[in-house]
């Protein structure tokens, strides 16, 4: 299978020659290993912590298995033995000044990123690798927004039902590399592993069945506001279960919560976020769509447009090694903005569309929002499924999303 470049790489190169160590962490099947082995295999020595003989001896004998394995080495799935963290910490502090010495690798969890903090803080550098972005899958990772450059007046060259095979086929390597996958068997078999591997060894989940149930509800929210209380009634869980729930999903990378906006930083963080699938492919898969057709014309489909674009900033800002302030805008008399993105003390309004031809009605949103933040914002964005840029309302410009 080929090798397709990723943003993140000119980070993490960087991030090895800054800090004795680099966690790169992400979910399953987001190509963290095949990276890794790409950029540093002819440099580091390189050990998977899944397999039983492995695990003994790390627990057996931390230290002579450190002596072993010595620097530069890169320990894949390092969630598996957690309890090597002090002993990683203690060979950096004999060696402070070298630089890239252990690449540590895996799932991230929250009892793993707590011992990371408590144990490596100021020795790492913590990095997170998502399933491709749109500019990764089309060779240009390190493209810049288009609100970050002039839009280009050349039509983009996507049609709808290009965009939809890309939706339903998702960004996790495997299947984005390789179109005679079966991408539901794929998924099928993703879940599964998911919940067998990952899940189980989070405390919170004890009832797998029910926690699958909680993934397919959300999922048929995805894009929506999230009320919890609503979502467990529905499984007969406690509210308190539900929030545990979507913790879990957060801290494995499955979901994007997006927490509404307020002029008032301390009112940002309140009881009512929307919840994005990071990946639109799981995303179709868990709400049973299949082919183009049923998700192009599903009452989802919407939903399905808004989480691709979500998860793309996302996605490309972590690639860049920073974490976005991504939010959403709505008032009480319904004027809504779909992502609001705070970059360099400026907002960005954009707003989504699943469809190849925008009207001027469609940007009141985004007007509105420029009528009461003139100071913030200079230009709203309409994002849709379309080819040409056009100037939709007096500041707001429509964009067909492959230009984004």
């Not at 494995?252 to 929307?274: A, D």
């Not at 031809?357 to 379309?386: C, E, I, K």
């Amino acid at each position: 299978m080929e090798y397709l470049p990723r943003g993140l790489e000119p980070v993490l190169q960087r991030a090895t020659r800054e800090f004795p160590a680099v966690v790169l962490t992400g979910a399953r099947q987001a190509g963290k290993t095949t990276l890794l082995k790409h950029l540093f295999g002819d440099r580091y020595r390189y050990l998977s912590l899944e397999t039983p003989d492995v695990l003994a001896a790390v627990r057996a004998d931390p230290r002579g298995f450190l002596q072993l394995y010595a620097p530069p080495v890169i320990l894949d799935e390092v969630q598996n033995a957690p309890e090597l963290l002090p002993y990683i910490k203690e060979s950096i502090d004999s060696h402070r000044e070298r630089k890239g010495q252990y690449i540590l690798s895996g799932l991230q969890n929250l009892l793993m990123m707590q011992r990371v903090s408590e144990t490596l803080a100021g020795r790492c550098a913590v990095l997170q690798l998502m399933p491709f972005s749109f500019a990764e899958r089309r060779g240009q990772p390190q493209t810049e927004f288009i609100w970050e450059r002039e839009p280009s007046a050349q039509p983009a060259a996507f049609s709808i039902a290009q965009w939809w095979q890309w939706f339903l086929r998702g960004s996790y390597p495997e299947i984005a590399l390789d179109e005679q996958r079966d991408f539901t068997l794929w998924y099928a078999s993703y879940v599964q592993t998911y919940l067998e591997r990952d899940v189980r060894a989070i405390r919170q989940v004890g009832d797998l069945i029910t926690y699958q149930a909680f993934l397919r509800i959300l999922a048929a929210r995805s894009g929506q506001l999230l009320n919890l209380s609503d979502v467990s009634r529905e499984l007969g869980v406690a509210v308190n279960t539900a929030k545990a729930w979507l913790s879990v999903l957060e801290a494995t990378h499955q979901v994007i919560v997006l927490p509404p906006y307020h002029e008032n930083i301390g009112k940002r963080l309140v009881k009512t976020p929307k919840v994005y699938f990071a990946d639109t492919g799981l995303l179709c898969y868990l709400v049973g769509l299949r082919t183009v057709e049923h998700a192009a014309s599903s009452p989802m489909a919407g939903a399905i447009v808004e989480t691709a674009l979500v998860s793309e900033v996302v996605k490309r800002y972590r690639q860049r090694g920073q974490e976005p302030r991504v939010f959403f805008w709505r008032t009480a008399g319904g004027e809504e903005v779909d992502l609001l993105l705070e970059q360099n003390g400026k907002l960005v309004p954009i707003e989504v569309k699943a469809t190849a031809t925008p009207r001027p009605g469609m940007a009141s949103g985004l007007q509105a929002f420029l009528r009461d933040y003139p100071n913030r914002a200079d230009r709203g964005w309409l994002v849709h499924l379309g080819t040409h840029v056009l100037p939709l309302a007096p500041g707001v410009m429509a964009v067909p999303l492959e230009m984004v």
